[in-house]
């Protein structure tokens, strides 16, 4: 994965590509799935080596009991045959974690939109140290250098204001009277301080400040993620995102993902497209 870049004269790291870090994935757990078919008097074995796949699998089966006699084509077929008819609930089983970075809190805002099958866990403002932040540039200001030039001023005076807010807030709060106003109680520790410093400076940053965020998503959130953030009408930044995932995730599951293809836009992103949508 292509990471951060950094122009030696900028005094900002300036970030154009996300980072995403598969951190983990379903593990099948073979003698309990065999004591379920043995206590039901039936065998059957996936011929797919992918955890999710097999899950999902075993889900849409359970639903008819159809392990006794399964039709050919193997573990691909059946899932092929589960995208085409819809029955999408079954890939609900599926599930990865990920750890995306090198993203900016305007992707975030809408990442977060997808609530159904998806949990987060972001960094958070409060807590950590904005003076040492990164900034996510987008592609069409930073291949212009008039509008990179307005970008960078712009990000630079945020992040001065917010060094400046950050360690004078940290300062004042250190008063008694100002700890008070502030609604702090008078013995007030350095870490309780700082974190009012920070949540009170943080309102100056700007959408274009890098995030990391921990994510985790079922199968079926996830088409429904790479449909409608792989789009040609999606937000540049959120649909590089979504190329970047569905690489991943045609590698870990190609029996789930691999109906996909990537058409090539002129921006260097991808259209996602897929004959099964709305799985």
């Known amino acids: 994965m292509a990471g951060p870049e950094q122009s030696p004269a900028d005094p900002l790291r300036v970030i154009t590509e996300p980072s995403v870090y598969l951190v983990g994935k379903q ?4 003698p309990e799935l065999d004591r379920f078919l043995t206590d039901h008097g039936v065998t059957w074995q996936s011929d797919s080596e992918v955890a999710a796949e097999v899950v999902t699998e075993t889900a849409g089966r359970v639903c008819y009991m159809s392990f006794a006699k399964p039709r050919p084509g193997g573990n691909a077929a059946y899932l092929g ?3 085409e008819v819809g029955h999408g609930s079954v890939l609900e089983h599926a599930v990865w974690n990920f750890v995306i970075t090198g993203i900016s809190r305007t992707l975030t805002h809408e990442l977060v939109r997808h609530r159904a099958g998806f949990g987060y866990s972001q960094l958070s403002q409060r807590y950590v140290d904005e003076s040492v ?3 996510v540039e987008p592609d069409v200001i930073a291949g212009d250098p008039e ?3 307005i970008w960078l001023d712009a990000v630079n ?7 400046k807010l950050a360690d004078g807030l940290n300062k004042k709060l250190s008063d008694p009277q100002a700890a008070a106003a502030a609604m702090l109680p008078p013995d007030a520790d350095r870490t309780t301080r700082r974190k009012t410093a920070r949540q009170a400076a943080r309102s100056v940053l700007p959408n274009a400040t890098e995030t990391k965020i921990f994510v985790t998503a079922n199968a079926r959130a996830l088409r429904h993620f790479l449909e409608q953030r ?3 009408g999606a937000e540049p930044e959120i649909r590089k995102l979504a190329g970047r995932m569905l690489d991943i995730l045609q590698v870990e599951s190609p029996n789930l993902f ?3 293809i990537k058409v090539p836009l002129p921006d260097g992103t991808f259209d996602l497209q897929t004959q099964f949508k709305k799985v």
């Open 27 to 30: 593990i099948l757990l073979q």
């Open 81 to 83: 045959h589960i995208k």
């Open 133 to 135: 932040a990164e900034y």
């Open 147 to 149: 509008l990179h030039a």
């Open 157 to 163: 005076h945020a992040h001065s204001a917010y060094i």
């Open 230 to 232: 792989g789009s040609t």
């Open 258 to 260: 691999g109906d996909y």
